[in-house]
């Protein structure tokens, strides 16, 4: 909401990545940090074999473990792999390990095998990496939501893989219908 203060989320969108009675996990998607994926290659000391993704930014996903890098990427399924490829025979298993299938089709993985993928021209097609991420405690989020700390949209990865990151946020709030920020009152009520 507009009225969040804290430097940390005022103005970002937070991809809910997994949310269970134990809490929740999710990605800010619009708050890149000072690195593109080229230079997290040469940190990794990996060459990134994908000229595509050399500027793509490397985000800021929240302030829980900023070393650890997050890959949100479109599923990977083993039929979408090349003939030959090791996990093409596999069905319903993820390509990468450590990987979290999201409903509506997307997919997180933490283990490396995605970014040595992607040091070989392969991967995913489209993919937002992150260090860190964000979290809440069992219904601490719930708790947020009641008292309106957070307004809530169905995800649409076009706003993720195909909205320049300075439009992300008003591209969400189209989604609520709304035309611009200053529509929304920074105060909340209750009925």
């Not at 507009?2 to 809490?23: K, M, N, R, T, W």
């Not at 900023?66 to 090791?86: C, I, K, N, Q, W």
């Not at 298993?93 to 392969?122: F, N, Q």
């Not at 169905?154 to 946020?169: E, G, K, L, M």
């Amino acid at each position: 909401m507009p009225g969040v203060q804290d430097s940390g989320f005022a103005g970002s969108i937070i991809y809910l990545c997994e949310h269970s009675e134990d809490g929740a996990l999710g990605l800010v998607i619009n708050k890149p940090s000072d690195i593109d994926l080229k230079t997290l290659f040469e940190r990794v000391d990996l060459p990134l074999g994908r000229a595509d993704l050399a500027d793509l930014p490397v985000f800021a996903g929240g302030p829980v473990n900023t070393e650890r890098g997050f890959v949100l990427h479109e599923a990977m399924t083993p039929d979408a792999l090349p003939d030959g490829s090791p996990h093409a025979a596999e069905k319903n298993e993820p390509v990468y390990a450590s990987t979290l299938s999201i409903p509506g089709g997307l997919e997180m993985t933490t283990s490396k095998d995605v970014l040595e993928a992607l040091s070989h021209g392969k991967g995913p097609r489209k993919l937002l990496v992150s260090l860190g991420y964000s979290a809440w405690a069992r219904n601490q989020l719930e708790s947020e939501l009641a008292a309106n700390f957070w307004l809530t949209v169905h995800a649409d990865p076009a706003v993720i893989f195909d909205t320049p990151v300075s439009q992300r946020y008003e591209r969400a709030l189209l989604l609520l219908g709304l035309q611009e920020a200053w529509a929304l009152s920074p105060e909340a009520g209750h009925a």
